[in-house]
T-cell receptor, first 115, second 113 residues
Framework: GENVEQHPSTLSVQEGDSAVIKCTYS??????FPWYKQELGKGPQLIID?????GEKKDQRIAVTLNKTAKHFSLHITETQPEDSAVYFC??????????????FGTGTLLAVQP | EAQVTQNPRYLITVTGKKLTVTCSQN?????MSWYRQDPGLGLRQIYYSMNVEVTDKGDVPEGYKVSRKEKRNFPLILESPSPNQTSLYFC????????????FGPGTRLTVT
């Protein structure tokens, strides 16, 4: 079946450094790739997403890049801060009968930003 | 405030005792979905609904039922819970039927003994 692989599973960085999380997907028809941040005891929250007609998208310290040929996309966080510490999930849209109606999630990356 | 609410937030029950977890959204969203989250497995979709009276199976639907009689509500029903359904459950909704930009609820921690 369709799947999304996410790496690394844990990532520890020093405050101020950059963090990169990578995902690969299997469905070549996927056209929507969101990233969610989940803080302890809370539900996932959408932080950024990208559609397949663009290769990169930025929002302040967060950026996502997409390589459709290689079927992988990445989350980049610059100038990390302790409040960036959380679990991050990537996801890719799945199409059935030409209609996109669900997301497949990666297994998550626990990011720890050390002060 | 725009939000997805779930109740209860925590539940401990015994094998075989029917239970319902409620989910409600106040954003007039078309799409609603249930996920379970287990360590090392990420979020897996149980059921989803693209409109009132329209529901479909996700990746792990066995042992669960849902209904969508009103746009705002999407309850998850466990007719005969088993220990392997011990998990953290999330309800989500999206304005877009393609499941883009999903808003998640706070989660329900279920333990079945």
């Amino acid at each position: 079946g369709e799947n999304v692989e996410q790496h690394p599973s844990t990532l520890s960085v020093q405050e101020g450094d950059s963090a990169v999380i990578k995902c690969t997907y299997s469905d070549s028809a996927s056209n929507y790739f969101p990233w969610y941040k989940q803080e302890l005891g809370k539900g996932p929250q959408l932080i950024i997403d990208i559609r397949s007609n663009v290769g990169e998208k930025k929002d302040q310290r967060i950026a996502v890049t997409l390589n459709k040929t290689a079927k992988h996309f990445s989350l980049h966080i610059t100038e990390t801060q302790p409040e960036d510490s959380a679990v991050y999930f990537c996801a890719a849209s799945i199409s059935y009968g030409g209609a996109t109606n669900k997301l497949i999630f990666g297994t998550g990356t626990l990011l720890a930003v050390q002060p | 405030e725009a939000q997805v609410t779930q109740n209860p937030r925590y539940l401990i029950t015994v094998t075989g005792k029917k239970l319902t977890v409620t989910c409600s959204q106040n954003m007039n969203h078309e799409y609603m979905s249930w996920y379970r989250q287990d360590p090392g497995l990420g979020l897996r979709q149980i059921y989803y609904s693209m409109n009132v009276e329209v529901t479909d199976k996700g990746d792990v639907p066995e042992g669960y039922k849902v209904s969508r009689k009103e746009k705002r509500n999407f309850p998850l029903i466990l007719e005969s819970p088993s220990p392997n359904q011990t998990s953290l459950y999330f309800c989500a909704s999206s304005l877009d039927r393609r499941a883009y930009e999903q808003y998640f609820g706070p989660g329900t921690r279920l333990t079945v003994t």
